[in-house]
C-alpha cells in the first residue's frame, strides 16, 4: 500500500522494517572516525584477491554474507537483491553475487544507488511484490581511479576540489515485518544538469540535483529541514553542501541545524588529506549500514531523510566535452 504525494514522492503506508545491515571498508576507511561502525574492515587493498576488481566483489560478498547471518537468514530466503556499483557493466556486483542464487536486479545511479536500490527494494515489498528483500553497493579506490581518472600507480595529483573514494560496501536487509526502523516515504530524483564539467569537482555538480530532490520531498510531503533528527546527502562532500546549503538559504530555508553530508563524515578530511572529502556509492552506503542505523538503534536518531547523489557520467562522455548530469534519491527511515 502506498501514497502517492506529488508527483515524486510516495508514502508507504505498509512500511518495510530493516531486518539488519552491515558495512565493509578498507584501510582509509579503518583509519577515519567512523571505524567503530564497520562490521569488517581491511588493510589489503586487494582483500585477499588478485585485481581490485575482484577486491570489490569481494567486499559485497561479505557485505550481503554478514547482513545474512545478523538477520538469521539464508539466501534462498530473499525475494529480490538489488545492488549495483561504479564498474563498467556493474560487474563488481555480478561477480560478486552470481553465487548466491538470489533474484537479482543490477541498478546504476552511481553513488546514488544506495538510495535508489533502498528506495526499489522498499516499494517492492509495501506494494506486496516481496516479503524480503536486500539493497546493497560497493565502491573502491583503485578501481574507481582506473575507471574514471588515471590509475594509481600513475601519481597524478588531486584538485582541492577532488575527493577520495570510498573502498567500502553497504548492505541491508528489508522484510515486510520484524523489528527495526522502518522506511516511511521515498522521493525518486530527476536528472539535473547545470552545466558543471569538471569530473574532479562532483560536489557542484551534484548539489543541483540534492537541492531539487529535498525540495521536491518538503514540498510534496509538508515536512521541512527540522521535521528530521538528520537530513544527510551522499557524497557531496565541503563544497557540495555548502552548495545546497546556500541553495536553500535562497528560499528562506535554514539548513544549518541538522543538513549533514556523508562525505564529510566517513573520514577525517584534515588529518587524513581527503581534500574535499569522501565520494563513491561505498560512502552513503557504509555510513548508512553502520554508523546512521545504529545511531538510530541507540536513540540517538529517530527520523532520518537519506539523499545520496550520483554524477551520470562516463569517461567517454567527460573526453567529448559533455557536462555531468546528476541525480539525487531520497529515503525516510523512522524508528
Request: hydrophobic fraction near 40%.
Amino acid at each position: 500500500m502506498q501514497k502517492r504525494l506529488g508527483r515524486q514522492t510516495v508514502a508507504l503506508e505498509r512500511p518495510p522494517v530493516i531486518l539488519s545491515h552491515a558495512a565493509v571498508g578498507g584501510k582509509q576507511e579503518g583509519d577515519g572516525p567512523l571505524a567503530d561502525y564497520f562490521d569488517h574492515l581491511c588493510g589489503d587493498s586487494f582483500f585477499g584477491e588478485k585485481t581490485w576488481e575482484k577486491a570489490e566483489s569481494a567486499m559485497q560478498k561479505q557485505a550481503l554474507s554478514s547482513a545474512l547471518e545478523k538477520a538469521s537468514l539464508s539466501p534462498e530466503e530473499l525475494d529480490y537483491i538489488l545492488a549495483g556499483d561504479l564498474l563498467n557493466q556493474c560487474i563488481g556486483t555480478s561477480f560478486g553475487l552470481r553465487d548466491f542464487g538470489i533474484p537479482f536486479y543490477g541498478l546504476y545511479g552511481a553513488c546514488s544507488t544506495m538510495g535508489e536500490s533502498l528506495a526499489l527494494a522498499s516499494l517492492l515489498i509495501a506494494g506486496g511484490f516481496a516479503q524480503k528483500a536486500g539493497a546493497m553497493t560497493s565502491s573502491h579506490f583503485c578501481t574507481a581511479e582506473r575507471q574514471y581518472r588515471m590509475p594509481v600507480p600513475y601519481g597524478s595529483q588531486r584538485t582541492p576540489t577532488a575527493q577520495w573514494t570510498a573502498t567500502a560496501s553497504g548492505c541491508l536487509i528489508l522484510g515486510s515485518e520484524g523489528r527495526g526502523p522502518k522506511v516511511t516515504a521515498v522521493t525518486c530524483g530527476k536528472i539535473v544538469d547545470k552545466g558543471v564539467t569538471d569530473p574532479n569537482n562532483m560536489g557542484a555538480a551534484m548539489a543541483p540535483a540534492a537541492y531539487d530532490t529535498l525540495s521536491a520531498h518538503f514540498l510534496a510531503s509538508g515536512t521541512g529541514p527540522r521535521d528530521y533528527d538528520l537530513v544527510i546527502t551522499g557524497d557531496l562532500g565541503v563544497l557540495g553542501h555548502e552548495i545546497v546549503s546556500d541553495l536553500f538559504a535562497q528560499d528562506g530555508v535554514d539548513m544549518t541545524q541538522n543538513y549533514q553530508d556523508c562525505g564529510m563524515l566517513l573520514y577525517d578530511i584534515q588529518k587524513q588529506d581527503m581534500h574535499a572529502g569522501a565520494s563513491g556509492c561505498g560512502c552513503a552506503a557504509s555510513v548508512l549500514c553502520g554508523y546512521l542505523l545504529r545511531q538510530m538503534e541507540a536513540g540517538h536518531l529517530k527520523k532520518i531523510l537519506f539523499a545520496p547523489t550520483g554524477a551520470l557520467l562516463s569517461p567517454t562522455s567527460s573526453f567529448q566535452g559533455e557536462s555531468i548530469p546528476s541525480i539525487c534519491h531520497a529515503v525516510v527511515i523512522e524508528k
